[in-house]
């Protein structure tokens, strides 16, 4: 199975920038996915296809995707960005979920 | 508006079954693949099983695979879940998700549920 890397945690001073890796073997190869999900509510896609944003999704996320490391990028991250950030894959037959990574703004 | 709205969740004892619905809203539903996800207490997300946008092919997990059927209606706009052989570990908030292009493989998921929590306990 394929497995996918994130840090437990990333710290951020406020109004800084946060980045978020997702390790994989060859994930620059295939397409990555990143939700965002707070306590008692459902998860929310904010990166689809390595880069690309829902319409509702501020332009402060962004993502790429390389060789073995995917990265999500929050710039100027606010208060409301704290939450837990997962990446996926999809290997063809099974959703990948990495084990994501809680941001704490600072 | 999209909506998808879970349900059928509960508390059940070990070896025990149960049966979850996600009733959708606000877009084609039989163009989509969907998604079951779950999150335990404390744990990161899961996935469960997936389903092509037709019926015609699914997916699950390794942990499920076996005890779990994932089946949709279209004619109803329905998912399901069929969970039976409950164990402990099975206890988790479980979500439902529609792809986010149609007439694809469960890629990824774009519109959420709120979720239903299931609880596997004597």
């Known amino acids: 199975s394929y497995d996918l890397t994130q840090p437990l945690s990333v710290s951020v001073a406020l109004g800084q920038t946060a980045r978020i890796p997702c390790g994989g073997n060859s994930i620059g190869r295939t397409s990555v996915y990143w939700y965002q999900h707070k306590p008692g509510q459902a998860p929310v896609l904010i990166i689809y296809r390595d880069n690309k944003r829902p319409s509702a999704i501020p332009e402060r996320f962004s993502g790429s995707n390389s060789l073995n490391t995917a990265t999500l990028t929050i710039s100027g991250a606010q208060g409301g960005d704290e939450g837990d950030y997962y990446c996926?894959?999809?290997?063809?037959?099974?959703?990948?979920f990495g084990g994501g990574t809680k941001l704490i703004v600072l | 508006e999209v909506q998808m709205v879970d349900s059928g969740g509960g508390m059940v004892q070990p070896g025990g079954s149960l049966r979850l619905s996600c009733a959708a809203s606000?877009?084609?539903?039989?163009?989509?693949?969907m998604t079951w996800v779950r999150q335990a207490p404390g744990k990161g997300l899961e996935w469960v099983a997936s389903i092509s946008y037709s019926g015609d092919s699914s997916y699950y997990a390794v942990s499920v695979k076996g005890r779990f059927t994932i089946s949709r209606d279209n004619s109803k706009n329905t998912l399901f879940l069929q969970l039976n052989s409950l164990r402990a570990g099975d206890s988790a908030t479980y979500y439902c998700a529609s792809m986010g292009e149609q007439f694809l493989s469960p890629h990824y998921m774009e519109v959420w549920g709120k979720g239903t929590t299931v609880t596997v306990s004597s």
């Open positions: 606000g877009f084609s539903f039989g163009n989509y693949a």
């Open positions: 996926q894959v999809w290997d063809g037959s099974a959703v990948v």
